[in-house]
């Protein structure tokens, strides 16, 4: 079973920065794609940035220029660098990975922006 643990949300103002991070475990496969989304209450939970373990990012259109995924392969964590945050980003923030074709969910992070 994996495990996705998530940290670094917290509350911040408009036009902040803050990382958050993902640490997968109980795999001996180092998970193939890792992605962030995010959920507010009563709305789905929508795609932020994803990143294979090839090397390609991508993102949703809202967050493009100012948030920044990546990974450490080794250690198989991915990060979230949000930066120029605004309050329509305030949601909880989960981590996805997906080992031999299954996916894996964290707890999430709550993540406020304040205006």
């Known amino acids: 079973q994996v495990h996705l643990v998530e940290s670094g949300g917290g509350l911040v103002q408009a036009g902040g920065s803050l990382r958050l991070s993902c640490t997968a475990s109980g795999t001996a496969f180092g998970p193939r794609t890792m992605a962030w989304y995010r959920q507010t209450p009563g709305k789905e939970r929508e795609f932020v940035a994803g990143?294979?373990?090839?090397?390609?990012?991508n993102y949703a259109d809202s967050v493009k220029g100012r948030f920044t995924i990546s990974r450490d392969m080794r250690k198989n964590m991915v990060f979230l660098q949000m930066n120029n945050l605004k309050p329509e980003d305030t949601a909880v923030y989960y981590c996805?990975?997906?080992?031999?074709?299954?996916?894996?969910w964290g707890q999430g992070t709550q993540v406020t922006v304040s205006s």
């Open positions: 990143a294979s373990s090839s090397g390609v990012t």
């Open positions: 996805k990975a997906n080992v031999v074709q299954t996916s894996f």
